[in-house]
């Protein structure tokens, strides 16, 4: 079933200009899709750069009975820029034999990957680059690409520890995206469509969940797919974490083993994008999860962009919680839990699914 | 296994009612024993250097002397010695030194490595700083300098001013072939790890064989921390100038059981008193000391299977900071202690002394919630459980042949510890409990140390009920010491103690002057160090690194 997408942001953009979307030249729609598409991007780097260098560290902190950083600005936000300068004047070195351009494009590529996964994803109050029908796909396929700029990183880099860090990443990424993925297509059994749409696009995966599941009095609560199937939206929560590589399977990085794996080589600019990819993966899996199991940008009250920021931020906060309170399992426990657990729950999962569509149907 | 039902076949020679019967220990020997010496704290067997391995096995088989404690080298005018102080681990009172003397112009002596593993690591370091050759080692390397260092440090010929070149070698190329592995097709890689690691809990230098991400081989670099501690304290006259060294060797904070190690050698050596107040001081405060030594080896172990940002680490941190506080009211100092003084301690409790005894029962009384914390927190973590439970195995058996003691012993099901075995200062008058776990692995060291604050709660507990009602007239902190303290010459002693990490020895010989002419440290560490090649070899490099942290070592103490 084919269902004509949801206003994109680039149609909106044309209209306040008051042109007609239809009959706007390529030209121009190509000059005002580059302006949506940084609005977006600018919008997750936003979110990246007060969880960076300042939001990670006020949570860790209270988690560990800590202040952490509150000298410069109020309540210390400042550390942001004071950080950011820090981070970018460092000096970049570069080891003598690591192999070069991959030992540069990795980092763009592990940043960029992330964030181009962005495109699809609808942020509510009609903030949405391009809906394809092929959304979920889309967005599960560029996340990937993230898998080979670590890799990249770990064997340009000529160090022991990265290559093993690099060698790690691979072998987790293939053992938790496929969990991942196989949950992910439980909401394409329910929903019947691979496009993410938006609350107005009845027939998409996000439209699918604004329907009534049930009421308790005047409160309808939606069905969102994390409330008909907890089982798939605790496993993809898990899978996640994998993907994001945090606690406990922060394997790929591992500090007190493997130094810092795949970025032990990388300083200055290239570290900041190693960091900041990472943190807009952590957001894209947020954001992910949002999507296919929270309804999207849904919410009472208060606008969808504002609902979608909380959602995002809710799944980061778990990751903290997670690195802070979670020991980190042994890789060969983490490939036995990724194949021998999660893929066969997956499976489960998937079944379970069809029945519940079947049943409902 | 339990001390009383000994069976007749037990190794048990020369054991009488009160003490060793050295005579009979010397027939067992059947004329090996060339002559005997007098030591203080024991008896010393003479014996030839080409007979050194069939005279300590007949004592570790026949008579069960199964602690090989450490190895002594020094050299004299006429001769070098290597003494091997020997303890069985049943009962640390059962002492015996086996002393091998060797030529000055060729000194050969055979190795012990071949009776007891520990002896292995001990002799490397007495080639390496006498310079007593070990036939028969299996691997007489330097251990604490340099390869490439000129001369031996501690032998009278070593040249002072000669200039060492320490070369650094450019690294290796990682993508090197290397196939140290077994099979014809292993395909091996070599990795350092450390000396500047995040795991490493100091500079330690492993140097690593990986098959995938499977240990094949792995060798203990030891010796960046080394600062001729030994020396520094032969330089040191014994009544103040050596006290405040002690504190720098075990700084986790093991201050106060440092110097507890060589107040007790010294006061053993020169006949010191020490008043029953200042026994009660040193207890409490030495406990205190322990429980901030544990808290550290229990967040830093969880720092090791958490990474880094966790709370564990944190919060033990946070608990250990108030046991600092403490031992800074008493002491003035938060790490480098120096309270003890040969004959007492520096000074009394702090002022008011109610209000310092009320701010340590306060800290008592939090204690059992913060460790309830700890457990919910890491040891009943199921990922924490398989990630420390049967991981990093040792053995009693091996336990014992690598001299390991304190805590890494006591995960093994070793009981065995020197406050109740050989008792000193106010322990044999307070009830506790020592701990032990039959485990034998991560996860049993880490529940032996947890368990050990709790006993050491209870010791300070005693300690404080003790003090308060001390009466007023009757507090003396220090007893009678001579202000230049000389004891007589030749005389010999070797004497541990139980710091956080184990068995804390320390030899000294006097000389008849104010300065010790030998002072060797027994550093627990560095015994419970060697055992890591056999905890992690065919492990992943994450359980070789969470069985570091278990052994808890601390690099000022392995290299001193």
């Known amino acids: ?361 | 296994m339990s001390l009383q039902e000994r069976t007749p076949s037990e190794p048990d020679v020369g054991v009488t009612e009160d003490g060793l019967d050295y005579d009979e220990l010397e027939a067992l020997l059947e004329g090996r024993v060339l002559d005997r010496e007098e030591h203080v704290n024991a008896e010393g067997f003479v014996i030839r250097p080409d007979e050194v391995e069939d005279v300590l096995s007949t004592l570790k088989e026949e008579a069960g002397f199964d602690h090989c404690s450490a190895v002594t080298a020094q050299e004299y005018d006429d001769r070098f010695e290597s003494i091997y102080h020997l303890k069985k681990y049943d009962d640390p009172t059962q002492e015996l030194s086996v002393v091998v003397p060797t030529s000055k112009d060729e000194p050969v002596s055979q190795s012990a490595a071949g009776v007891y593993d520990t002896a292995d690591w001990h002799e490397r370091e007495a080639y390496d700083l006498v310079g007593i050759n070990y036939e028969d080692h299996p691997d007489l390397r330097r251990i604490l300098l340099p390869e490439t260092w000129q001369g031996h440090p501690l032998s009278e010929r070593y040249n002072q001013t000669q200039p060492q070149v320490v070369p650094l070698r450019e690294h290796a190329n990682p993508l090197e072939e290397d196939h140290r592995g077994s099979g014809d097709d292993s395909d091996t890689m070599f990795v350092n790890i450390g000396p500047h690691h995040p795991a490493t809990h100091g500079v330690l230098h492993v140097k690593t064989v990986l098959d995938g991400e499977q240990i094949v081989d792995l060798d203990p670099d030891i010796g960046y921390l080394h600062r001729s501690e030994e020396q520094m304290c032969q330089q040191g006259t014994y009544r103040h100038q050596i006290m405040p060294y002690p504190d720098r060797w075990d700084y986790s904070p093991g201050g106060l059981l440092n110097e507890w190690a060589y107040a007790r050698a010294a006061e053993d050596l020169a006949d010191i008193d020490v008043p029953e107040y200042a026994q009660v001081l040193r207890t409490m405060s030495a406990e205190l000391t322990r429980i901030a030594a544990h808290m550290l080896a229990v967040g830093t172990f969880g720092l090791d299977l958490y990474g880094d940002f966790t709370v564990i680490f944190m919060y033990a941190v946070r608990d250990r900071e108030v046991v600092q506080n403490l031992l800074e009211d008493l002491t003035g100092q938060r790490l480098m202690f120096n309270y003890f003084r040969l004959g007492g301690v520096a000074w009394d409790l702090p002022e008011p002394r109610d209000e310092y005894l009320e701010k340590i029962r306060d800290f008592l009384d939090e204690l059992p919630d913060r460790l309830e914390e700890y457990h919910n927190l890491i040891s009943g973590n199921e990922i924490f459980q398989m990630r420390a439970v049967d991981t990093g195995i040792l053995q009693p058996e091996t336990a014992k042949s690598y001299g390991a003691t304190g805590p890494v012993a006591r995960g093994s099901g070793v009981d065995y510890d020197l406050r109740r075995d050989d008792p000193y200062g106010y322990y044999d008058e307070l009830d506790w409990d020592v701990v032990t776990e039959d485990g034998c692995d991560n996860y049993a060291r880490l529940l032996v140390r947890m368990q050990e604050v709790e006993e050491s709660a209870k010791i300070i507990k005693q300690c404080v009920d003790l003090l308060e009602d001390w009466p007023e007239d009757d507090r003396e902190i220090q007893s009678n010491v001579p202000r230049t303290l000389r004891p007589d010459p030749d005389k010999e002693i070797y004497r541990a103690v139980e710091g956080a990490k184990g068995e804390l020895g320390i030899y000294i010989r006097s000389d008849g002057t104010d300065k010790p002419a030998r002072f060797k440290i027994r550093s627990p560490c560095f015994s419970n160090l060697q055992t890591l090649p056999v905890m992690s070899e065919g492990e992943y490099i994450p359980d070789m690194v969470a069985s570091l942290g278990s052994l808890d070592i601390v690099l000022g103490e392995v290299d001193r």
């Not at chain 1, 206003?7 to 706007?24: K, N, Y």
């Not at chain 1, 957001?283 to 208060?302: D, E, H, M, R």
């Open chain 1, 1 to 361: 079933m084919i269902v004509p997408g949801a206003m994109s942001l680039t149609d909106r953009f044309l209209e306040l200009l008051g042109l007609d979307p239809s009959t706007a030249g390529p030209l121009l729609v190509f000059g005002v899709s580059i302006l949506a598409a940084g609005l977006v991007g600018s919008f997750v780097l936003l979110n990246t750069a007060f969880a960076g260098p300042y939001a990670k560290r006020k949570i860790t902190a209270s988690f560990t009975d800590r202040i952490s950083v509150n000298r410069i600005g109020p309540a210390g936000i400042g550390t942001i820029v004071v950080d950011s300068v820090r981070l970018l004047s460092k000096e970049l070195i570069i080891p003598e034999d690591a192999d070069r351009p991959a030992y540069d494009l990795a980092p763009i590529v592990l940043a960029g990957s992330a964030l181009l996964a962005f495109a699809v994803i609808p942020m509510g109050s009609g903030i949405q680059l391009a809906d394809p029908e092929i959304g979920l796909a889309y967005v599960f396929a560029i996340a990937s690409i993230a898998s080979l700029g670590l890799l990249m990183a770990g064997y340009a880099s000529n160090n022991k520890y990265s290559f093993l860090g690099g060698l790690r990443a691979v072998a987790q990424n293939i053992a938790y995206e496929i969990p991942l993925v196989l949950t992910g297509a439980s909401v394409v059994i329910f929903a019947g469509t691979l496009q993410l749409g938006n609350v107005t696009t009845p027939d998409t995966i996000v439209g699918a969940q604004q329907a009534t599941l049930f009421t308790i009095g005047s409160i309808s609560i939606p069905s969102w797919f994390g409330f008909i199937n907890p089982f798939a939206f605790a496993l993809f929560m898990a899978a996640n974490l994998a993907e994001v590589g945090r606690n406990p399977f922060d394997i790929p990085e591992a500090p007190t083993e493997i130094v810092a794996g795949y970025q032990t080589e990388y300083s200055s600019v290239y570290f900041v994008l190693f960091y900041l990819g990472e943190f807009i993966h952590i957001f894209l899996g947020g954001a992910i999860i949002a999507t296919l199991f929270l309804g999207g940008p849904a919410g009472p009250v208060l606008p969808g962009i504002v609902w979608f920021t909380i959602k995002i931020w809710g799944v980061f906060l778990l990751t903290q919680w997670a690195r802070s309170a979670v020991p980190r399992v042994r890789i060969d426990q983490l490939i036995q839990i990724g194949w021998k657990g999660m893929l066969v729950l997956s499976l489960a999962n998937l079944l379970l699914t069809a029945v519940i569509v079947g049943v409902i149907a």
